[in-house]
C-alpha cells in the first residue's frame, strides 16, 4: 500500500492512536499535519515522521505541526487554513482527537462532563465541513475514530452517546458525499492501551483487570498501532469501494 502524494490531517495526533496513525500513513508515503496543543509533543512527532522513510526508496516523508486547540473555531480555521495553504489539498482527514470521562447521570458534574464530550463532537464537524471541498476535489477519504463504547457502559453515559453520535455522523457523510466520490468510515476501538488509559488509575483498574480482558476473544489489549494498521486499511486507493464502515478493531470484545 502507498499513500505517496497524499495529504493526510489526523486530530490528536501527538500521542496514543493518533501518533501511531501519523507514523504509519508517514511511513506509507503521505505528508503529514501533527496538530495538537502542546509544541513540544508537536515537534517530537514532526520529526519522527520525517525520520521516516517511503517505499523503501530513500525518500524522507513531508510533515508539519500545526499547535491548536480543536475545541477553538478559530483554531480549527487556522488548521483548515494552513494545510491548504501549504500543501494546497486535503486528501486524508482522520478525526481523532476526543477524551474519555466518568461521571454517573446523577453526579453533580455530569452536564459539564455531558458538554465536554459533545464539543469533541461539533469541532469533527467543523473541521470536516471546512475541508469537504478539498476532499471532495481529490476523491478523498474521512474516518472517524469511534469507540466500542458507544454500547452501554457504567459511568460513561456522555461518552456513549458522544461515540454513537460520531458513528451517526459517518454514515450520514457517507451518504452525502458518495456521489462526490469521497469515502466516510469510522473505526470502533476496543480496550486500546494508551496514556488515556493507563494514566488514569480508576479506570485502568478496572479495564485492565483480568476478569474484563477475559471477555476479549482474543485476551489481549490493543495497542495504538491495531488502530493505524486499520486506518491505513481503510485510507487506501485499495478500499475505494468502501464507505459507511463501522470497523470494530477490538479483539472480538
Given at each position: ?5 497524499k ?26 499535519v ?6 513540544q ?44 495553504s ?18 454517573g447521570?446523577?453526579s ?5 462532563t455531558?458538554?465536554?464530550e459533545?464539543k ?7 473541521l ?18 469511534s ?12 461518552n ?5 453520535c ?5 454514515k450520514?457523510l457517507a ?5 462526490n466520490?469521497?469515502?466516510?468510515n ?14 488514569n488509575?480508576m ?14 476473544a482474543?485476551?489481549?489489549v ?31 470484545h
Amino acid at each position: 500500500m502507498s499513500l505517496k502524494d497524499k495529504v493526510a490531517l489526523i486530530t490528536g495526533s501527538t500521542s496514543g492512536i493518533g501518533k501511531a496513525i501519523a507514523l504509519k500513513l508517514s511511513s506509507m508515503g503521505a505528508s503529514v499535519v501533527i496538530t495538537g496543543r502542546d509544541e513540544q509533543r508537536i515537534d517530537e512527532v514532526v520529526d519522527e515522521c520525517r525520520q521516516l522513510t517511503a517505499g523503501g526508496d530513500g525518500q524522507q516523508t513531508t510533515a508539519i505541526g500545526v499547535c491548536a486547540d480543536i475545541l477553538l473555531d478559530e483554531d480549527i480555521n487556522k488548521l483548515s487554513d494552513t494545510v491548504l495553504s501549504v500543501y494546497g489539498k486535503c486528501d486524508i482527514l482522520v478525526n481523532n482527537a476526543g477524551v474519555y470521562r466518568l461521571a454517573g447521570f446523577g453526579s453533580a458534574n455530569y452536564m459539564d462532563t455531558y458538554d465536554e464530550e459533545m464539543k469533541f463532537l461539533r469541532s469533527a464537524q467543523l473541521l470536516t465541513k471546512l475541508l469537504t471541498q478539498s476532499l471532495i476535489d481529490s476523491k478523498g477519504s474521512i474516518v472517524n475514530i469511534s469507540s466500542y463504547y458507544d454500547n452501554p457502559f457504567p459511568l460513561a453515559l456522555a461518552n456513549n452517546i458522544n461515540k454513537v453520535c460520531t458513528d451517526m455522523l459517518t454514515k450520514c457523510l457517507a451518504l452525502e458525499l458518495k456521489p462526490n466520490g469521497v469515502c466516510v468510515n469510522s473505526i470502533s476501538p476496543g480496550l486500546i492501551s494508551t496514556p488515556l488509559v493507563t494514566n488514569n488509575p480508576m479506570l485502568s483498574k478496572w479495564v485492565l483487570s483480568p476478569d474484563f480482558i477475559e471477555k476479549i476473544a482474543l485476551r489481549r489489549v490493543g495497542r495504538p498501532d491495531d488502530v493505524a494498521n486499520a486506518v491505513a486499511f481503510l485510507v487506501d486507493d485499495k478500499s475505494a469501494i468502501i464507505t459507511g464502515l463501522k470497523l470494530a478493531v477490538d479483539g472480538g470484545h
